[in-house]
């Protein structure tokens, strides 16, 4: 006799830090939901993302703008993911260890300084530094850097580490994870009812999201344009300092504000056991994951610009991975074909990790009625 076909008020097709921070918030609600993932979660763009967490992360857009809002909700609850997985007797993914924004010239700074006063006016502090010598921590940055600004509360989360502890989250309040498994197809039974086919199973879903990242594969479906999704292939590296210990996270906080300013501005990562991540590199089109004598030159830019040597660096791997961009280069949360119960969220680019926790809060609230706002702005895009 067949086993009754399961019935989920949420199935979520995609098992990357989307997908499944989506299923987490939804499962710390009381929302039974599902995960199908046709590999192992985390196994795409997620596990090549530097993971940096910050509210100046594409800091240009308006204040008011949707995305700026996105953004400032999501460092908040990256803030009190602590107190959250405290409840559930799971430590806590997020590394608060500050990210140091440098600055090569007093444009770059006054830039810096513009983008600190504006997040000042969340609650996000900051720590001029002008004086690189009275920081014995920073011996090891490039001499042309001239100054930085210091955030203190900003950090990191190692997007494998992350998604599993969510993963834990999620199967410890009751919510199913199918990985290795493929999704097929799926049926619109009536306006309150997905029948879902997977490789494995069928399943009945209230609602229906699809967080596929770079892999759409709504694409075969008809469409709008503007739900295409292009892929951006990122490659990073992984060394190990036995020279200095990296403290937090080195970057600038220019990119995207100065015309003329060098197109390989990344970030120097902290990881465990004195391992420190580098990247990553953008490769537009590109939708495979091999490892390119381009991208790994990327990263040795990136580390020669912060670093004043790397002779002390001992190479560990490079990897890469698969962004998904969408056509106005902003993520996508809207309903598609017509429906009030099925979603397409996509489409993060490099903000996957930061806007991850906001993303799924987005479509938590929508989903409850209890604040539809945002959603509506994302919806409309």
């Known amino acids: 006799m067949k086993n009754k076909p399961k019935n989920y008020e949420v199935v979520i097709i995609g098992g990357g830090v989307i997908g499944v921070s989506i299923a987490y918030k939804l499962s710390m609600n009381n929302i039974k939901c599902a ?22 992360f594409y800091g240009s857009d308006p ?55 504006i997040t000042k006016k969340f609650g996000v502090k900051s720590e001029l530094i002008d004086d690189l010598n009275l920081r014995n921590e920073l011996n090891f940055i490039n001499e042309e850097i001239t100054a930085g600004i210091f955030f203190p509360d900003e950090g990191y989360v190692d997007g494998l580490d992350f998604v599993n502890k969510l993963k834990l989250a999620i ?25 879902i086919t997977t490789s494995k199973q069928t399943i009945f879903a209230e609602n229906l999201i699809f967080a596929t990242g770079s892999e759409n594969i709504l694409s075969k479906l008809d469409l709008p344009k503007e739900l295409n999704i292009y892929p951006v292939k990122g490659q990073y590296i992984l060394v ?22 060098p197109d390989y501005q990344g970030y120097l990562v902290p990881r ?14 590109k939708n495979d994951t091999s490892i390119e004598l381009e991208g790994v030159d990327f990263c040795l830019k990136i580390a020669k610009k912060y670093l004043r040597s790397i002779e002390n660096l001992e190479f560990i791997s490079a990897n890469s991975g698969i962004r998904p961009q969408s056509k106005n280069g902003k993520p996508i949360i809207k309903k598609i074909f017509n429906k009030q119960n099925i979603f397409f969220v996509s489409g993060h680019f490099t903000q996957g990790m930061m806007l991850s926790l906001a993303t ?11 604040d539809i706002i945002l959603f509506e702005e994302f919806n409309e895009m």
């Open 35 to 56: 995960i199908i993932e046709k590999n192992k979660l985390g196994h795409g763009a997620t596990r090549a993302a530097a993971g940096v967490i910050s509210p100046l």
């Open 240 to 261: 190990r300092s036995s020279g200095f210990k990296l403290p937090y996270t080195i970057g600038d906080g220019t990119y995207g504000q100065i015309e003329d300013g």
């Open 272 to 285: 465990d056991d004195n391992m420190i991540y580098i990247g990553a590199s953008k490769h537009p089109g």
């Open 171 to 195: 199967t410890k309040t009751g919510s199913d994870i199918f990985e290795n498994e493929e999704f097929i197809d799926f049926n619109i039974e009536n306006e309150n009812l997905n029948k």
């Open 360 to 370: 799924a809060e987005i479509i938590k609230n929508y989903l409850i009625k209890s």
């Open 63 to 117: 204040i008011e703008s949707p995305m700026s809002k996105m953004r400032i909700l999501s460092y908040e609850m990256f803030l009190n993911l602590e107190n959250e997985f405290e409840e559930l007797e799971i430590e806590s993914p997020y590394k608060k260890t500050g990210i140091f924004r440098t600055a090569f010239d007093d444009s770059e700074l006054q830039l810096l300084k513009n983008l600190s006063e």
